[in-house]
């Protein structure tokens, strides 16, 4: 373990910790200056991503990703390990090249997987590393056919449908000449889309494939964050089942309309299984949310929303996907649909579960379906039937992250984690008993960090809110906490705006790490956040600035009046995207609450930011209505009139402004205003911007520096 070794020790050195290099597979034996948490040692932890189990359940080969500070760069490696408790990983990857997306083939003798944009493949124990593809283009993402003779590969093909290529002669020219929309897209030019080719696997190598959308200006898997779980094979390798929203430009940025489509790789032929032959869609308004057109109101289910992510029943007979039912509406329910491959009856299977579905996998047996949703600010796991049966596995506070049979055994392999712990691989045994199913924890990646550091304490309360309802808040509490102290408080403002405030852990927004700077956190799961029935998640849409800013201060008045650990006199507001819209918004409606803000990537001026944004489809939703449109709706007109930017009068408190230039949802230049017109006010402001980093801080010396200023700007105004 020489290179994992090395990245930890490249990552400590800026904090005075140190590392050895004498463990070759398991822990990374840093010793720790102190039992707190800091930006070094978060960064310095493993972070887990994707897992396969062998076939015969076995073993599992996993990918691990680690940070150097000082590189400012990843690398990520492969470990395999059988898929038993206590038992140690073998680090497969032998040099400094990532290696990424492993997958079992040849009946699981060996193991597929990512290096420099090509797929190779090597024994289960590292050995007999072949390189099976040659491709010109970088490959994405694959997923082999069941019987091995084809491989899906996922490959970005250059687009102009929105910018015009430059002339051949101006080789040096950055200029991009633009002439539609969805010219730019989360943090990048749209001048390329992402393909899936069909190829033969002859003798351990893969050709280049064939183009399964040949011709059509449309992608798949979907972007930004799409990958390769938007496509499938079906159990006798034929057919393959594809995401796809084929629109572009105006309609593009407006629609959230993605199907499913069956592709036969015998005759080259598509079909569409979410919408009739034939069909033809309404005309749209694309000034004003679709909430209200006639594509949303169509008699049967012609699957407007985002229908993504299939998967053939292992027996075949069965195609499953996730389904939202409204265009425009990111945020809808996300469902579970079947289709009957034989009659083309569809059915959902989740509808019992007021709660989107994240994630999903069938049963061996073909007979259940296991998924992931969100109830109360948690994660579990939960198995329904072809009839819509639904039963909860699992319970705690935890949040499960993925899910997949343990090959072909009648266990689950999972991914879990919570406020306190970053993701580790579990095997779930499920139960016949609700909420019992067994749980048992395969890998330990960040045990040697975590068991040096003086955890907080996670508490939950219910607080009424001012319409009589009842809000989940959780309080976490600092490491050594004393029942006797008064400690600053942060009032914790979710983005979203339609995620919920789950036991999820972040390498950015970590209440374990704002523990240990001594803060309390109130983190409430205001109106409009899932987990609490579709009523409650809706209840945002139009009204941003109404119950779900009521809620919060409900949460934090709770918290200053019954809590007398919360210092009511030192207490601030901190929140990113819809959160930081949040933070803007209460700097001018606060009444005194607080004595600083913080906000990260947050809409400031409504009017601007309908327009600056990317996914057009949002604004409409969101606010109803275009800014221009002389017919609002009463939202939108409040929408609008509610504004951060013409609250700035009432502005009063110092704020730390935070944004990322490569932020194409929420431009920069929302960041930049309010940081402007605080400063124009008198107001003790500070502006951190990032030239090179998107609606998230991926870089490790970014998130250091991130870190630093968010405690930095806290500490000088609250612990006085």
Known sequence: MKIKSFLVAAALLLCGMTTHASDMIGKNNIQLSSDLMTPEALWAMGRIGTAASSPDGKQVVYQVSYYSVKLNKSHTVLYIQPAKSGQKPTLLTTDDKSESDPAW????????????????????????????????????????????????????????????????????????????????????????????????????????????????????????????????????????????????????????????????????????????????????????????????????????????????????????????????????????????????????????????????????????????GCWHACIMVYQTDLTGAVKQLTDGWYDFGSLQMLGNTKQLLVTRHSMLRPDDLYVLTPSKKEKKSNLAQITEENSEILKQLADPTIQQRWVKTTDGKQELVWIILPPHFDANKKYPTLLYCEGGPQSPVSQFWSYRWNFYIMASHGYVIVAPNRRGLGGFGSEWNEEISGDWTGQCMNDYLSAIDDAAANLPFVDKDRMGAVGASFGGFSVYYLAGHHNKRFKCFISHDGAFNLQSMYTDTEEAWFSNWEYDDAYWNKDQTANAKKTYENSPHLAVDKWDTPILCIHGEKDYRINANQGMGAFNAARMRGIPAELLIFPDENHWVLKPQNGILWQRTFFNWLDRWLKK
Not at 183 to 205: L, Q, T
Not at 207 to 213: A, I, P, R, S
Not at 303 to 322: I, M, R, T
């Open 105 to 372: 083939i040849d009946n699981g003798t060996r193991i597929a997987f990512l290096r420099n944009g090509q797929i190779w493949s090597m024994k289960a124990d590292g050995t007999d590393r072949r390189q099976m593809t040659d491709s010109k283009t970088d490959i994405e993402g694959f997923r082999f056919s069941p019987d091995g003779s084809k491989v899906i590969l996922i490959k970005s093909l250059p687009y102009h449908g929105s910018i015009q290529k430059n002339p051949d002669d101006l080789p040096l020219a950055s200029g991009r000449l633009v002439t539609d929309m969805n010219y730019r897209h989360w943090d990048h030019y749209v001048e390329s889309i992402a393909h899936p080719f069909v190829a033969n696997v002859e003798n351990g190598k893969i050709n280049d494939g064939k183009d399964v959308l040949e011709g059509e200006p449309y992608e798949s898997p979907l972007a930004p964050f799409g990958g390769i779980e938007q496509l499938a094979w079906s159990p006798d390798s034929k057919t393959v089942a594809y995401t796809c929203r084929k629109k572009e430009g105006v309609q593009y940025a407006i629609s959230t309309d993605a199907d499913i489509y069956l592709y036969d790789v015998a005759t080259g032929k598509t079909r569409n299984i979410c919408k009739p032959e034939g069909y033809v869609e309404p005309k749209i308004d694309a000034t004003k949310s679709m909430r209200n057109q006639a594509v949303n109101k169509q008699d049967g289910d012609m699957h407007v929303g985002y229908d993504v992510n299939p998967k053939f029943s292992p027996d075949g007979q069965y195609l499953a996907w996730q389904s939202m039912q409204h265009n425009g509406y990111e945020s809808d329910r996300n469902r579970l649909c079947v289709m009957n491959l034989a009659t083309g009856e569809q059915k959902y299977v989740t509808e019992s579960f007021d709660s989107s579905v994240d994630d999903y996998c069938w049963s061996n047996d073909s007979k259940h379906l296991y998924f992931l």
